[in-house]
Structures are given as C-alpha cells and as structure tokens.
C-alpha cells in the first residue's frame, strides 16, 4: 500500500527555521508533483509549494524567499525548509503527490495522495 510519511514539525521560534520531510512507501515507480500544504487554525487549506519530477519549483507569494522546496526522487522523498519562520506560518503542513506510478504490471496509479499533516507552531 502506497502511503506518505511525514516527518514531525514542532514549536519553533519567530526567526528561527525548520525543515519538514515527506517519504512515499511502498511499490512506486514514479511521483511526478509534490506539493506542501498548510492549512491554519479556522482557514482553509493553502497550496504553499510545489516541485515537479523535473524539479521545477513553485511558491505562495507569502513564503517566497523564505522557504525551499526540493526532492530526492530515488528516495521519492520531498523536502520543505522552512526558515525566517512567522506566527502566521503556524499551521498543519501535508504533503501530496498528484500521480503515483505503481510499479505493477499493467501500470496503475494513484491519484491525489496526502499525507497525515504534521503541526508546525511559531511562538516565542
């Protein structure tokens, strides 16, 4: 069973920095975008970024130059470093990945796939 692991956030200080993992398991070929969400106590939920299979990169406009999305895809693993964090980063980060290749014959997929979220708060 394919599933997405992340690794835990934490409480992490205005200024201060933080980075986030996201592992798929199971019998995969291949990802081809991985995405971070965020979704804050009473909001809804936020694309924050997003990489390709290729590696190119997408940001919200509030987390540009702040934070770095990248992947490791031998590992199908993506990464979220976060850093200059803000209160308003306070949130429930989870990853998803749009299309999963299975590695079975014929070719399956799977669509649309998150993670469990994990809790990042910015506090002093």
């Known amino acids: 069973q394919v599933q997405l692991v992340e690794s835990e956030g934490g409480l992490v200080q205005p200024g201060g920095s933080l980075r986030l993992s996201c592992a798929a398991s199971g019998s995969i070929l291949s990802i081809n975008t991985m995405n971070w969400y965020r979704q804050a106590p009473g909001k809804g939920r936020e694309l924050v970024a997003s990489?390709?299979?290729?590696?190119?990169?997408n940001y919200a406009d509030s987390v540009k130059g702040r934070f770095t999305i990248s992947r490791d895809n031998a590992k199908n693993t993506v990464y979220l470093q976060m850093n200059s964090l803000k209160p308003e980063d306070t949130a429930v980060y989870y990853c998803?990945?749009?299309?999963?290749?299975?590695?079975?014959?014929?070719?399956?997929?799977?669509?649309?796939?998150w993670g469990q979220g994990t809790q990042v708060t910015v506090s002093s």
């Open positions: 998803n990945a749009d299309r999963i290749t299975l590695a079975t014959m014929p070719r399956l997929y799977k669509y649309d796939t």
């Open positions: 990489i390709t299979s290729s590696g190119s990169t």
